[in-house]
């Protein structure tokens, strides 16, 4: 994935429309559920702990059941997907929108393969305190 700058204004929204029609389903974030895609995951913005679906352990090769963390899932990003993800987030946790980007994942024992990662902060008191969203292998759309 090539990023295209401005970054966020590619590949962001404002989270007052997090209840819109996207081209790939809906995120309905107000229940916490996700009606698209292949894995439901949340990560708590103040603790860093990950909350991750069957679904998502198997796209990152992981057993499911295992504790997920940025340290040992993030190498699994190539270089520029794990970049532009990086910067993306950062973005959206600071300026509470939502977002979505296509990375690159070269997870061990896994082909190589694509994952549109779909996110929006949830805010509480003005402050971004967790990520909810959904990984979709997208790897199809790559070939």
């Known amino acids: ?6 970054l966020q204004l590619h590949h962001s929204w404002p989270i007052i429309e997090r209840g819109v029609r996207l081209a790939h ?3 309905d974030i107000g229940r916490g559920a996700a009606t698209i895609g292949d894995g439901p995951f949340s990560c708590d913005l103040i603790d860093g702990k ?6 998502t352990f198997a796209l990152f090769g992981l057993p499911a059941g295992t504790v997920p963390t940025r340290g040992r899932v993030l190498p699994m990003y190539r270089t520029d997907s794990r970049s532009a993800l990086e910067r993306l987030r950062a973005h959206a946790i ?6 979505t980007i296509d990375t690159e994942v070269d997870a061990p024992g ?34």
Do not use: C, K, N
């Open 110 to 143: 896994q082909p190589l393969r694509w994952i549109r990662i779909v996110a929006v902060p949830e805010v509480e008191g003005g402050r971004a305190v967790r990520l909810r969203g959904l990984h979709q292998d997208v790897t199809h759309e790559y070939r």
């Open 25 to 27: 389903g809906v995120l």
């Open 50 to 55: 990950l909350s991750w679906s069957a679904a």
């Open 1 to 6: 994935m090539l990023p295209t700058e401005p």
């Open 94 to 99: 600071r300026h509470r929108r939502g977002f």
